[in-house]
């Protein structure tokens, strides 16, 4: 046994540098949550220092649970999780299934689907808001002025200029505004996601029973029997741990935010933390509490499945 | 037992012809933004020019005119590298203890250090602002850059390593034991030289996710240690004008990445299901 002690002191650098690093701030952002800590305040200079004097109790929490910029955040980060989600994983299933046979090309096919995966967040949110999303500069505005044109093209045919004269001008898309600029990012995010789904998806394939699928096709069973009876309850931990890493990820959205939609109101918890940041700490604090809460819930079911597979 | 072959002769075209378009589809953002680096500004934003134009290198040659490329990339590399190097260094011995000296509480710390990596990073945004600019006066540092990124990535590092030494037989381990080796000689010439290929994986898949993150390398720098997401961030509304330059310096930014990251597509799916997908 004493020869053991040694090796396994070896992880305690890790683990100590893991707990300062985890318990230090979420110690401050505690302590600030429950006092009344403001950045700027002529008002009342003696809460531009945190210290116990200025205790709050929940005070901090109740202003947030009552701010109505809270809620939308709560409702948008959801809503933005859950589109990013559904599209990811449906569209990995069907990409995962076409890239999982053989055919010409398979390898450059490939790496050209997990390509978007390692485009840096900054990069893929300013290429997409400016030049494919951009209504007049964009290939959006490029693409429905095109459409534009050709419209007005038909219209000096004899007969079928008369119908053509009927339609309107179509007005692109402005990505910008509050609620489709949140469109604007699950678009960038599920652009970037998808192949990381398929990525999941296809290695799981691979080890999928390939004699239980022939005994199947022998049986008479349809390709879509044969896709919901087998390939999906092979793949029930995966999709499962897509979702949950995906979640963790996407509850934390900031850059993409931050750079398509600064001050438009589409916001997110990260951003509304980064809000409350600019002067009021105490509700910065009690909405991170909040975010941490909601990370955790996640995360214990995640954790539950990883921790399965973890000592086998 | 032969496979079956139930495609017909439509779907023996159909299935690839798909399977391409898609990809291309998928890939058409990238494709675009290095199409467009090559068009001068004035060119990227007319519609007369979208396919047709007069290639030019000019948006490439400006960069550091431009933007001050070379400032930040410098940046990124040193803080991308140092921080993937320290992560090993501590995440080698811990991988190691954990793999081939496990305890009852193995387990469980190894759940921990994952949970520390689900902690939202808004959360403690401004506890982080406030100790290092106030007390440790390291904002806006390499040191402090270095040891975020190191920290936010030193449970996937463990982890990953962890289940590349699970799969090196223990008798080896125990054999060196045997011999009278010590520790320190058992993980430099055992261990090391039989997990190569696991670590280098490791190490570049870290040092990708140091390079596109995007939340402290933001916050954290003004200046000094700024990388290059803070740059792009920075340049988020170029009003139109500059697409050529834009897409030049975001080529610049993410080229190197994203070919390395074709290197490691396997070790990738390891890296974020820690194992549990196989």
Partial sequence: ?312 | MATIDQTSKFGKIAWPVLAWTVALIFFFPIFWMVFTSFKTDADAVKPEHLFFFTPTLENYANMTENYDYWRFAINSVITASFATLFALVVGVPAAYAMAFNPSRHTKDILMWMLSTKMLPAAAVLYPMTFLTKNFLNIFDTHFLVILVLCLINLPIVIWMLFTYFKEIPKEIIEAGKMDGVSTWGEIKDILVPLAWGGMASTALLCFIFCWNEAYWTVRLTTTEAATLSKLIEGNRAPEGLFFGRLSAVSTAAVGPIVVLGWFCQKQLVRGLTFGAVK
């Fill in chain 1, 1 to 312: 046994m004493a020869k053991r002690t040694l090796p396994r002191l070896l992880q305690t650098p890790a683990v100590i540098l893991l707990l300062v690093w985890m318990l230090v701030p979420l110690g401050l952002t505690l302590y600030f949550s429950f006092i009344r800590y403001v950045l700027n305040s002529l008002r009342r200079p003696e809460w531009t220092t945190p210290s116990f004097s200025n205790w709050r109790g929940f005070g901090n929490y109740e202003y947030v649970l009552n701010a109505k910029d809270f809620w939308f955040a709560v409702q948008n980060s959801l809503f933005i999780v859950g589109s990013i989600l559904l599209v990811t994983v449906v569209l990995g299933l069907a990409l995962a299934m076409l890239v999982n046979r053989t055919f010409p090309g398979r390898g450059i096919v490939r790496v050209l689907l997990i390509s978007p995966f390692f485009v840096m967040p900054a990069v893929n949110a300013v290429l997409w808001i400016n030049m494919i999303l951009d209504p007049v500069l964009g290939l959006n505005g490029i693409a429905v002025e095109g459409i534009n044109e050709i419209v007005r093209g038909l219209r000096d045919f004899p007969v079928l200029g008369a119908f053509f004269s009927l339609w309107p001008e179509f007005e692109p898309v402005s990505f910008r505004a509050t609620q489709t600029s949140a469109y604007a990012v699950i678009m960038m995010v599920t652009w970037q996601w998808t192949p990381f789904a398929v990525l999941i998806f296809m290695t799981s394939l691979q080890s999928e029973d390939e004699s239980q699928k022939e005994a199947a096709i022998l049986d008479g069973a349809s390709a879509w029997s044969r896709f919901v009876n087998l390939t999906i309850p092979h793949l029930a931990r995966p999709i499962a741990i897509v979702v949950m890493i995906q979640s963790i990820f996407h509850l934390a959205l900031y850059a993409e935010i931050e750079i398509v939609s600064r001050g438009n109101g589409n916001k997110n918890l990260p951003y509304l933390i980064g809000e409350f940041t600019s002067n009021n700490i105490g509700a910065a604090s009690a909405t991170g509490i909040f975010a941490v809460i909601l990370a955790n819930i996640l995360a214990l079911f995640l954790l539950r499945i990883v921790g399965k597979s973890l000592m086998d």
